[in-house]
Nanobody, 124 residues
Framework: QVQLVESGGRLVQAGGSLRLSCAAS????????MGWFRRAPGKEREFVAT????????DYAGSVKGRFTVVRDNAKNTMYLQMNSLKPEDTAVYYC?????????????????WGRGTQVTVSS
C-alpha cells in the first residue's frame, strides 16, 4: 500500500507561481510512475502531468504545457509540480497518483494509489 500526501496548495493571484509536493511512503518510490491530476468544481478529474520512475520522461496536458513542470526526487520519495503563470482556470483540487504498471499514465485508470488532494485557488 502506497500512501501519498500532497501539500503546497493555497490562494494565489493570477500570473503567480506555486510548487506542489507529493510525499510517498513507499521505499521503492523509483519503481512507480507518478502523476498529477486535478478536479475543478463541477468537472471530472483531469490529467495534468506524469513522470516516469527515473524521472527521465514526462508528459503534460495541453492546457498546462509550457507553464507547469513535473519533477521527482527519488532520494526523498517526493514528486513536485512547479506551476507558473497561473490562471483562474487552474483553480482545482490537485491530486497525486502512483502507478506500478507500464501504462502511459495519462488517465485516472492507469493509477492505483491516490492522495487526498490539495486545494489551489487562483484569483483574477
Amino acid at each position: 500500500q502506497v500512501q501519498l500526501v500532497e501539500s503546497g496548495g493555497r490562494l494565489v493571484q493570477a500570473g503567480g507561481s506555486l510548487r506542489l509536493s507529493c510525499a510517498a511512503s513507499e521505499r521503492t518510490f523509483s519503481s512507480y510512475r507518478m502523476g498529477w491530476f486535478r478536479r475543478a468544481p463541477g468537472k471530472e478529474r483531469e490529467f495534468v502531468a506524469t513522470i516516469s520512475g527515473t524521472g527521465g520522461s514526462s508528459d503534460y496536458a495541453g492546457s498546462v504545457k509550457g507553464r507547469f513542470t513535473v519533477v521527482r526526487d527519488n532520494a526523498k520519495n517526493t514528486m513536485y509540480l512547479q506551476m507558473n503563470s497561473l490562471k483562474p482556470e487552474d483553480t482545482a483540487v490537485y491530486y497525486c497518483a502512483a502507478s506500478y504498471s507500464a501504462l502511459a499514465g495519462l488517465t485516472v485508470y492507469d493509477y492505483r494509489y491516490w492522495g487526498r488532494g490539495t486545494q489551489v485557488t487562483v484569483s483574477s
